[in-house]
């Protein structure tokens, strides 16, 4: 706080002598405060919490390695090598027990009947729901980064096992319903499983990985967990949050900036 300038004060305090009146009572006056009355300064502002991916940066395009799916010449589309990104986070609030980290597609055609379909293309202004490809709580206080192939290294048929792992807790991705009637992929999809979007989706998809520090060591999540159960029990413990997107398509007449 800036100590105010005080003489105006001071001269208007000091005793006045008028002639014939004799003195007048006794005036204090004020000093300025000194060093020890000063207030103290306030406490600076903890750092802010972020994320950050040596894989991607935020709002730039998702490698080919990363994803479910990869451009092909014939057919469109061919398997990637799914690896999850590299991700850490700093700033993390004092009281914090645990992680979180989440990544979904808000960019996903709310109607099928183009998608993939030749001769046709997924117009850009349909309307989109959300796809979740990435769940993982119980993360451990004392982590502060996933390795990049930490939770995924490859395309496992029927999905990888949701439940404990060495990095936290996987929960149910969304490919777990697009494949349920997919004979030969049908199962349940724990953890990272990467981008494949329509091929002839006119839209950019954007890929939000979020990280939450909770004041939880543990989430009551119960088995084959999905999102909705893991955002209902964190509902009241998220001390703080950040993101960070990554862009991806299929589509060949799509631009995306270049990936790093």
């Given amino acids: 706080m800036r100590i105010p300038l005080l003489s105006s004060l001071i001269a208007l305090a000091l005793p006045l002598t008028v002639a014939g009146c004799g003195p007048k009572p006794e005036t204090s006056t004020p000093s300025p405060a000194s060093n020890d009355e ?12 972020t994320v950050t991916s040596a894989t991607w940066s935020d709002g730039a395009a998702i490698p080919e390695a990363n994803a479910f799916c990869i451009p092909a010449v014939e057919g469109h589309v061919g398997l990637g090598t799914n690896i999850n990104p590299e991700l850490r986070w700093a700033g993390a609030p004092e009281a914090t027990k645990s992680f979180a980290i989440v990544m979904h597609d808000p960019d996903v055609p709310s109607a099928l009947d183009d998608v993939n379909q030749e001769g046709k293309t997924v117009p850009e202004g349909l309307a989109r729901i959300t796809f979740v490809h990435w769940i993982l709580v119980d993360v451990p206080a004392a982590t502060t980064a996933v390795a990049a192939g930490a939770d995924s290294d490859a395309i496992t048929p029927k999905g990888k096992p949701p439940g404990p792992t060495e990095l936290g807790t996987r929960g149910v991705n969304d490919y777990t319903k697009w494949f349920a009637a997919d004979e030969n992929m049908a199962g349940s999809y724990g953890g990272y499983d990467g981008p494949c979007p329509p091929w002839n989706d006119e839209r950019v998809h954007h890929y939000v990985t979020t990280v939450y520090a909770l004041d939880v060591e543990k989430l009551e999540v119960g088995e084959n967990f999905t999102l909705d159960a893991a955002q209902a029990a964190m509902e009241g413990h998220v001390l703080a949050q950040a993101s960070i997107t990554g862009l991806y398509s299929l589509n060949p007449n799509v631009t995306l900036p ?3």
């Fill in 258 to 260: 270049s990936a790093p």
């Fill in 38 to 49: 000063a207030p103290d300064a306030p406490a600076p502002a903890p750092d802010p919490f």
